[in-house]
């Protein structure tokens, strides 16, 4: 194990703020990373290393930040006077000079960082420290008659222990008149480019892989924040005139700001705060490694999507079959019931027999210590031509992302989130499981009371949606949303999966559950993502597709379970109740009680071993370089035929150096010697149809 590796270290490489010999810069480091800032004759980054493989990845100097107020360009800071775009000598930084027409800083503090959201969680997650480390802020403003009394902070944050940094800004109008922004790029980088090439469209060629960018403002319904992604833009940079591309369109200029966003006017005595960029500097092309260092932020700044109750997924028709999916819960070991879609629950319901009919379920599921909540449906849906969103080419409803849907700005969007916040606050609830809004949607609409009109009415409806989780991850309720809201409040996602795959034969949805399962934890913790599992019929399919009666199907419904908990992954299990013998109940209590046996590792990262073909064996391995329980592997068999195989299973992540003591579920520990590599080799033999699984010390 390589003692200085941050992915193995739960303590140590503490953020510290330092001025330079010569007290010209200012250095912001943990000992993984390094940004750098020359303080005179304006705030400049004029360095960002990458300490754990000694990579510079900038090359010129840009603004700390770029606005657009009134349709004119601000520039942040900066020196200017670069000639040379290809890399930067330190000498040549004292002969560059401010902006002439921008925002200059007066001043900078520094203090602890502070959690963005004051989450409250009584569910289960895994114990930890909360993150630490130092923000630092500049402050700049303009002597431009346009922006008078407009005051820039320009904010970062640098976490112990990982090579993170997180950037936002500030604008807050002290002055006399109305100011309409029209865009915020919160970061602007000259990075090193990626590849060389002669010639080559920018959209072709490879990104900086040496920095990972992710912000909170991200929506696609795709699963994944790759393709969720409002924000990052690679630019060309037309003035790096020794770059080796012919017609100079590297994509070396990395800037940070959403393309239809903000648009709106800032009244004297408002502020507004841009996206929040986390920047992390990678040290390798692994997809692996990657992924960790991605899940490791994730933990970091957003703690909260750790927690992962075990919960069902109720349909019900009365109130009768609620209490009894609450007493079923009771006797298998199960922490929630949600009612799902179809069921007879009605969040937007706010007259008092309703509010004092579930407040009543939730104080008997509580009073039995099991937490409850509910499904509510904002998009896919039509409400009326005044509050549906506006297609700005027609002036109609229309032309949202599923066609018609309703605007979070509009009188019916604003109401719902009163009376979403209204029927927790009364009910006592625990769990909202939110199916839209899909705030990608622009509203053409200028009568709508949370917006002006097209050009403010995604920000807006993302501030109102944004808003609404925070309000309730503050108070404790969980959320299950679907789309890419992690870093605003929400804890979980679907793992990724097609929804009619539900409606096939329980052969092929094992393979493709573990299939959904090993592509979507590679940029997603264990607890940040749902799968599915259909007790009755869903989307189709005939009796080869479910597993009621449940009786009848147990071993299918026991691997199935084992699988999901088997990776940390809650499945929703859909249906009207967990069992339907005493048979059944054993099976699940047995499986419950197994995952909590095992749930902190089981709760840690996931190493991938082999995919899930149908051909040959697949599993994966939970790793916990800080626990006493180093690893736990999971080695699936999808053949009719015996199977004996040697497994070698990668152990560098476990924090196992010499040996490895590994026992076959609950049989005899056998040691193991790790090679070079910090590999052995395991000989494993599943039954047809069948998995084991193995515990690492």
């Known amino acids: 194990m390589n003692k200085s590796d941050w992915l193995l270290q739960s303590k140590g490489n503490t953020t510290g703020l330092y001025r330079s010999e010569d007290g010209k810069d200012l250095i912001i480091t943990n000992g993984i990373a390094q940004r750098t800032f020359r303080i005179e004759p304006d705030i400049a980054c004029i360095g960002y290393k990458n300490l754990a493989n000694d990579q510079e990845l900038l090359r010129a100097i840009k603004p700390e930040a770029r606005i657009i107020i009134n349709g004119k360009e601000f520039q942040v800071g900066g020196l200017f006077g670069q000639k040379e775009q290809a890399y930067l000598l330190p000498e040549w930084v004292k002969e560059f000079s401010k902006s002439k027409d921008g925002f200059h800083c007066t001043g900078y503090s520094q203090g602890p960082v502070k959690p963005f959201v004051n989450w409250k969680m009584a569910m ?31 904010h970062y944050e640098m976490y112990d222990g990982i090579p993170l940094m997180v950037k936002w800004v500030s604008l807050e109008n002290k002055g006399t008149s109305t100011l309409h922004i029209n865009r915020v790029v919160n970061e602007i980088l000259a990075l090193v480019e990626e590849e060389s090439a002669v010639v080559g469209k920018p959209e072709v060629m490879k990104k900086q892989h040496g920095i990972y960018v992710e912000t909170n403002y991200a929506f696609n319904n795709a699963m994944r924040y790759d393709i969720s992604d409002q924000t990052t833009h690679w630019k060309m940079d037309s003035t790096y005139t020794s770059q080796v591309n012919y017609n100079y369109e590297t994509p070396c200029n990395l800037e940070v700001y959403p393309e239809n966003a903000p648009g709106i006017d800032l009244a004297p005595g408002q502020s507004l705060k841009s996206v929040r960029t986390h920047e992390i500097l990678m040290d390798s092309y692994d ?234 934890t590679f940029e997603k913790t264990p607890s940040m993502g749902w799968g599915f599992v259909p007790l009755t019929r869903y989307q189709g399919g005939g009796q080869e597709a479910i597993l009621e009666p449940l009786k009848d199907h147990l071993k299918d419904y026991e691997q199935l379970m084992m699988q999901y908990y088997g990776a940390g992954v809650q499945a929703c299990y859909r249906g009207p109740r967990l069992y339907d013998a005493d048979t059944t109940r054993q099976v699940v209590s047995r499986v419950v009680s197994w995952y909590k046996k095992y749930r902190d590792i089981l709760n840690s990262d996931i190493i991938h071993l082999r995919r899930a073909d149908g051909r040959d064996w697949d599993g994966w391995m939970h790793v916990s370089p800080q626990s006493p329980t180093k690893g736990l592997v999971m080695i699936f068999n999808p053949t009719n035929e015996k199977m004996v195989r040697t497994v070698k299973l990668p152990l560098y992540y476990t924090g196992l150096t010499q040996t490895a003591s590994i026992r076959e579920k609950e049989g005899k520990l056998k040691t193991y010697t790790l090679n070079r590599n910090y590999e052995i080799q395991l000989t494993v033999t599943l039954e047809p149809n069948g998995y084991s699984w193995w515990v690492i010390q």
């Open 124 to 154: 289960w997650y895994p114990k930890q420290s909360p993150a630490k480390g130092k923000q630092l802020n500049f402050y700049f403003r303009s002597d431009n008659p346009i922006v008078n009394g407009l005051e820039i902070g320009v």
């Open 287 to 520: 997809r692996e490694r990657r992924g960790l260092a991605i899940r490791k932020m994730y933990r970091t700044v957003a703690p909260w999507t750790t927690s992962n109750p075990i919960f069902m997924h109720l349909v019900s028709s009365n109130d009768e079959e609620v209490k009894r999916a609450v007493d079923q819960c009771v006797a298998t070991g199960y922490e929630a019931v949600i009612l799902s879609f179809g069921s007879h629950l009605n969040m937007e319901d706010s007259a008092a027999a309703n509010i004092a009919k579930w407040k009543l379920l939730a104080d008997y599921a509580h009073s039995k210590g099991i937490v409850i909540g509910g499904y509510s449906l904002f998009s896919s849906r039509r409400i009326s031509d005044e509050d549906d969103v506006v297609d700005p080419k027609t002036g109609k409803p229309g032309g949202a992302f599923f066609g018609n849907a309703p605007c979070f700005g509009s009188k019916w969007g604003l109401a719902y989130r009163d009376k979403i916040k209204y029927f927790f606050a009364k009910t006592g609830f625990d769990i909202w499981e939110n199916d839209g809004p899909y705030p990608g949607d622009r509203c053409g609409s200028t009568t709508h009371p949370g917006h002006k009109g097209y050009e403010d009415s995604q920000w807006q409806q993302m501030e109102i949606q944004k808003e609404l989780y925070k309000w309730l991850n503050e108070r404790g309720v969980y959320i299950n949303a679907p789309d890419w809201y992690f870093l605003d409040g929400t804890h979980k996602i679907a793992i990724g999966y097609r929804e009619v795959n539900f409606s096939l034969s329980r052969e092929q949805q094992k393979i493709l559950n573990r299939q959904n399962i090993y592509d979507g």
